[in-house]
């Protein structure tokens, strides 16, 4: 089974209504192309300095939810992976939600490992402490969006391989790592990582990353990536702001796996 996804790359501010229209400008550019499953990246509806949440807190009964939900029923998409900040019980989470082409939500996934980081940006410190923020998650997500089994991560846990592995033991096709990767470690370790994850887990990987200067704390390093069960990068985000896209032959997972036998 071959399907069309797209990545939306994007450099979120804080203002909700400027995203919402770039958003909008790229999924237009989507059904154009006849695409229907569609990824967002980390922190799409608004993005913070990182020293303290966005005001634009999204609930279920909000009208910030309503404006996401809208998205994806008004152009009849699939809408994954993208997270917000999500107030729930007093508590901030760095939730990702995902619509289908109905607008119903298909599941919702909490980010468990917060970023922590000092690094150097010109002959300044840069210090991120998420967990001064958000609450972390305690449970990975695994959804069902029409044929496509997607594993929920976001960021910070890439970098913890066991996740992904539980994701694909119980069944998934593709591993979701939505991302506002900083530059330091984007140039680093962005691409390593990634392959490194479809590799070992002979399963693709669609990683939709911010970019680009947000504000003056955050500056992020794009390069969304769509990656092969092979290893093989099928499309790359390089600067700016943009659609992108590929083919996924579901059928390569079964091919490669037979091949390589890692399970």
């Excluded at 993208?82 to 980010?111: H, I, M, T």
């Excluded at 069902?144 to 033991?169: E, N």
């Excluded at 530059?183 to 680009?212: D, M, S």
């Excluded at 032959?249 to 490669?256: C, Q, R, V, W």
């Amino acid at each position: 089974m071959e399907i069309k996804v797209a990545i939306l790359q994007i450099n979120s501010k804080l203002d909700f209504k400027e995203n919402l229209l770039t958003i909008q400008k790229l999924i237009s550019e989507a059904c154009d192309l006849g695409i229907k499953y569609l990824f967002l990246p980390e922190c799409f509806y608004s993005m913070s300095d990182g020293t303290k949440p966005t005001p634009h807190l999204v609930t279920f009964e909000n009208e910030h939810f309503k404006h996401i939900q809208q998205l994806a029923l008004k152009n009849r998409v699939f809408l994954l992976g993208g997270s917000v900040a999500f107030l729930e019980n007093g508590k901030v989470l760095n939730r990702s939600l995902n619509f289908d082409d109905q607008g119903n939500l298909l599941g919702f996934y909490d980010k468990m490992h917060l970023f922590a980081c000092d690094l150097k940006d010109g002959n300044r410190v840069n210090t991120i402490t998420e967990s001064d923020i958000y609450t972390p998650g305690k449970t990975p997500k695994l959804i069902q969006a029409g044929p496509l089994k997607v594993g929920l991560s976001i960021c910070f846990d890439l970098r913890y391989p066991d996740m992904f592995r539980q994701y694909v033991l119980d069944g998934a096709q593709i591993l979701s790592v939505s991302a506002a990767f900083t530059v330091p470690t984007g140039k680093a370790h962005w691409h390593t990582l990634l392959r490194a994850r479809a590799i070992e887990n002979q399963c693709f990987v669609l990683a939709p990353a911010q970019y680009g200067r947000h504000n003056e704390k955050i500056e992020t390093f794009g390069h969304s990536l769509i990656i092969g069960p092979w290893g093989d990068i099928l499309a790359d985000g390089g600067d700016g702001e943009k659609l992108i896209w590929a083919e996924l032959d579901l059928e390569k997972i079964k091919a490669i796996r037979a091949a390589v036998k890692v399970f």
